[in-house]
């Protein structure tokens, strides 16, 4: 069993920065790979990055990629997501995701546990 809780969301005008922070409980955090998924109101969760258990691969969705960067620490059992030059467009309920295979998925059908969401919005 791992229990997520995200942190770090907020109101930011658009080209701003936030990281976000997903903290993990259970001995296990390091055998799962971690993704990131966001849900705007009226659409469907969408995939945003993932990464493997080691950190030593990672996956973004294009609409994202060069600005946003995935990475873990599981020492301190969490992932963090650096979100640069967001845009209004970025404003949604992230979410972190763990998953026990040793593949990184971007379906989110494909992740075990999830955390309860932090607000992101991106004024213009």
């Known amino acids: 069993q791992v229990h997520l809780v995200e942190s770090g969301g907020g109101l930011v005008q658009a080209g701003d920065s936030l990281r976000l922070s997903c903290a993990a409980s259970g001995r296990t955090f390091s055998s799962y790979a971690m993704g990131w998924f966001r849900q705007a109101p009226g659409k469907e969760r969408e995939f945003v990055a993932a990464?493997?258990?080691?950190?030593?691969?990672?996956n973004y969705a294009d609409s994202v990629k060069g600005r946003f960067t995935i990475s873990r620490d599981n020492a301190k059992n969490t992932v963090y997501l650096q979100m640069n030059s967001l845009k209004p467009e970025d404003t949604a309920v992230y979410y972190c995701?763990?998953?026990?295979?040793?593949?990184?998925?971007?379906?989110?059908?494909?992740?075990?546990?999830w955390g309860q969401g932090t607000q992101v919005t991106v004024s213009s």
């Open positions: 990464i493997s258990w080691s950190g030593g691969t990672t």
């Open positions: 995701a763990a998953d026990r295979s040793s593949v990184i998925a971007t379906i989110p059908i494909a992740y075990d546990y």
